[in-house]
C-alpha cells in the first residue's frame, strides 16, 4: 500500500537532526555513563505543587471532556500573563489551549497556509520547523541569519524570499542560538510582513529566559496584531515539558476557526492537565525566574570555560537554555565533531547541521545538566577541539 | 490577513452539527435541570486506581518529555490486547500511541490521503469525520447507509463511489446508528478496499461495547493486515475520554512514518497519561465489561419504553452506547423535534441530521444518564412524539 507522499517526505532528506541524541540514549541504555547536553529539558521535575493540583483536579472531577478550545480559566488566565507580560490587550478568545507548543506551530500553519503555500523560517531552526510546515503540506523555505551577523536575521536576506510567500516563522529568543532579537530585527520583520502581506508566526517559547537584553512580541508591534500567531507553552517556563500543554494566541477570529481544527486533530486537552497549568500559571512570575535561574548561572559558567579556549568561538547566549559554540577553527564538521566527542568523551551535544546549513560547524550544548557536570563536559570539550584542531 | 481556506472550510457548511448540545449546555448554565442524552460520555468519572496511578507516575518522575510513538510498555500493552481480542498478530511496532482517538483518525487520513485526495465514509457518521478528512486537505465522499437496511451499508453503493478514491472509513460498533457490521459487510469492504485499492479506516473505538453478534475487526479479514488502519482509544472503553488518549494500529511502515507527524504535530503524549493508561489496560476484561456494564442495561430499558410506541420507531442498537430513533412518522424532523424536546421538557438528545443526510428523521439517544432518569427522559419523549405527530 502507497503511504501518501506528504507522509514520506515529512523529513525531506530523510533524517530528523536527532541521530546524536538517539545514539547518545542507546548508550545510556547500555550502560554508558553519558552526559546529555543534547535536549532542551530541565534536569529537574514538575514541580510537587503542580502536580498534587493535577491530582486534585482529578479527584475533583475533571477526567471528562473538556472544552475543546481550552477551559476558560486557563484561556483567561494566558490572557492575562500575556497581557501583563507584552502590555497587549488580550482575552480568552484570543487564546487557543494545544496539547503543547508544536501542536500551536502545526496549528498556525494550518491557518496561515494553503497547501503549496511557501512558509519562510529562519535557518538555524529548531529540528521540528521545516516538517512541522511539511506536515501541513506548505514547502519549508529557509532563510539564512548568519553567524557573523549574531544570527539576527537580516532584512535584505528577508525580503529576497518573501515575494509569494504566505508566512514567516521566527523564533525569539532562539533556539539553538540563544539569540534575542533586537528591536531593529523586529521592527524589520514586521515591516517585511506588512509589505508582503505575509502572516507572521512567532514562537516565544523561551520567553521567561532572557540574560540580556529584553523580549518584545512581534505582535506588540504597529500594524501587526492581526497577522502574528504567537506560540506559548508551559514546557520551558514551568518544566512542564511532559505534561503537553502550550496555546497559540492570534486574531479572535483565528483562535475561533482553530477551535474548529481542534476539534478534528486532538478534540483538546485532558481538563486534569489545564487544571494543573492553571495551578502553575498562579504560582506567579517568581516561580518563573525560579526555573530560569540554573540556566542563568550555567550561562556564566559555560562563558568562562569557552572564553579560555583560542579555538572553540561563542555567541554569548541572550536568552533561553542552549550555548552556540563555533567549532569551525577545529576544521570538523558539527556532524564530526559531535560524533567524536561522544564516542570519545561521551559528552552528547548537538551538531549544528541538525538546525540547519547556517548553524554548520557549530554546537548546540543545552544548559541541562547540573553545574559542576557542565563545566567539567564543557572543559572536556575545549581539550578535546584544541588537541583535533587540523 | 486571510484564513486558509483549507481551515475556513473545515466544517463544510459552516455547522459541526454540535449546536443543540451547546444549547443544552447554556441552559444548564442558566440553571436549568436539563437531561442531557446528547455526548458520548460516560456518567461515571475515571476509576480511582487509574488516577492513582497517574499521580504515582508523577512522583516516580515521568514528568519529562516521553517516547514520541508512545512509551514501549503501553505499546506492547495494547498490541497484547488488540492481538488477544482479534487474534491477529500485533507487536508495539504496530502501535502508536496518540493523544486520543480523534488524534489516530486525523493521522490515519495524512498517512492514506495526499491533499485533494478523495476519502469516503459512511452516513450517518460520527460528526467529525467529514471535517477530519477536509482537515487532512482531502474530499469527503459521503455513501449513504440506508435505515431501511438497518444501516449497514450496501456494496453497490460503495463500489459506486470507490473508483478514483483513496481510503474508505467505517465504524463498527457505530457511532450514531449502534450497528455492528455483519461479517457479511465486512467481507464486502474487504474486498471492495482490494478492488479499488482502498486503505480502510477503521474506527474501532467501540469494541468493548457489544449487545448483539461480535465485533470483527477487518484487520483480521484476508488481504486487509497491509491496508488496514485501526484506530482504538481509552476513552468508552475505560472511561478515560478527558485523558485524550488512544493509538493507531497498522502496518509497522505506516507506524514508523506516523512517528515523523506525531513529531511535528503533538510531539507525543503525557507519559504519565500512559502510564495511567497502561494501569487501565492491567485492569483487564473483567474491568472493560464493568465499564460497559450500564450501557447493556440502559439499552434494554430503552427498547422497552420505544417498543411501546407506535410512532418511534428503532433499530436495537447491537453495540455501543447509542440508541437510534425514527421519528418520521411524526412528521418532524430531526432537527425541529430536537429543538422543541428540549425548549419543552428540557431533555437533549442529538438530531439525526448531526450525523448525515442518511439519518435525517432520527434521534440519537445517548444512553448516558442513570437508569431511571433515562426511562423517564424516553417516556417522555414517546409522548411528546405522539402529541406532536402531523
Known amino acids: 500500500m502507497k503511504i501518501s507522499n ?17 545514539k547518545a540514549a542507546d548508550m545510556v541504555r547500555d550502560g554508558i555513563d553519558v552526559t546529555q547536553l543534547t535536549i532542551g529539558e530541565h534536569d529537574i521535575r514538575t514541580d510537587q505543587r503542580i502536580l498534587d493540583a493535577m491530582h486534585q483536579a482529578t479527584l475533583e472531577g475533571h477526567t471528562g471532556y473538556a472544552a475543546i478550545p481550552g477551559i476558560f480559566e486557563l484561556r483567561q488566565a494566558v490572557a492575562e500573563r500575556v497581557q501583563a507580560q507584552t502590555g497587549e490587550k488580550t482575552t480568552y478568545a484570543n487564546v487557543l489551549i494545544t496539547p503543547g507548543g508544536q501542536s500551536a506551530l502545526f496549528a498556525a500553519h494550518i ?33 539564512k541569519a548568519r553567524a557573523e551577523a549574531g544570527f539576527q536575521p537580516d532584512a535584505a536576506d528577508l525580503a529576497a524570499q518573501a515575494k509569494n510567500a504566505t508566512s514567516l516563522l521566527i523564533n525569539s529568543p532562539n533556539n539553538p542560538t540563544g539569540v534575542v532579537y533586537s528591536r531593529d530585527t523586529l521592527e524589520g520583520i ?73 476539534t478534528h486533530t486532538t478534540y483538546g486537552v485532558a ?29 556564566e559558567i559555560a562563558i568562562r570555560c569557552i572564553e579560555q579556549s583560542n579555538v572553540v568561538g561563542m555567541i554569548p547566549p541572550q536568552g533561553a537554555m542552549y550555548m552556540m559554540l563555533d567549532i569551525r577553527n577545529t576544521g570538523m564538521s ?30 548546540r550544548v543545552a544548559l541541562t545538566v547540573d553545574d559542576q557536570r557542565l563545566e567539567q563536559a564543557l572543559k572536556t570539550l575545549v581539550r578535546f577541539a584544541e588537541e583535533n584542531t587540523r
Chains 1, 2 share one sequence.
Open 271 to 299: 481538563g486534569f492537565v489545564q487544571q494543573a497549568a492553571l495551578s502553575a500559571l498562579k504560582l506567579g512570575i517568581g516561580f518563573e525566574q525560579e526555573i530560569a535561574q540554573p540556566f542563568r548561572r550555567r550561562r
Open 190 to 262: 514586521a515591516t517585511l510582513c506588512q509589505t508582503h502581506d505575509l502572516w507572521l508566526i512567532s514562537d516565544e517559547v523561551y520567553d521567561t529566559q532572557i540574560w540580556q537584553g529584553r523580549h518584545i512580541t512581534p505582535r506588540s508591534l504597529e500594524g501587526m496584531r492581526e497577522r502574528t500567531l504567537v506560540v506559548g507553552s508551559m514546557s520551558k517556563s514551568h518544566a512542564m515539558t511532559g505534561s503537553r500543554i502550550g496555546w497559540l494566541i492570534g486574531p479572535e477570529e483565528v483562535v475561533a476557526h482553530l477551535m474548529n481544527l481542534s
Open 111 to 143: 491557518a496561515a497556509c494553503n497547501p503549496g503555500d511557501r512558509a519562510m523560517y529562519i535557518d538555524p531552526y529548531y529540528a521540528t520547523y521545516p516538517g512541522t510546515i511539511r506536515g501541513a503540506s506548505a514547502v519549508p523555505v529557509p532563510v
Open 6 to 22: 506528504r507522509l514520506l517526505n515529512i523529513l525531506g532528506d530523510g533524517s530528523d537532526g536527532w541521530d546524536i541524541f538517539r
Open 334 to 363: 558539527g556532524d564530526e565533531f559531535a560524533n567524536a566527542l561522544l564516542e570519545k568523551h561521551h559528552i552528547a551535544v548537538m551538531p549544528g547541521e541538525s538546525f540547519g546549513d547556517a548553524a554548520a560547524g557549530h554546537l
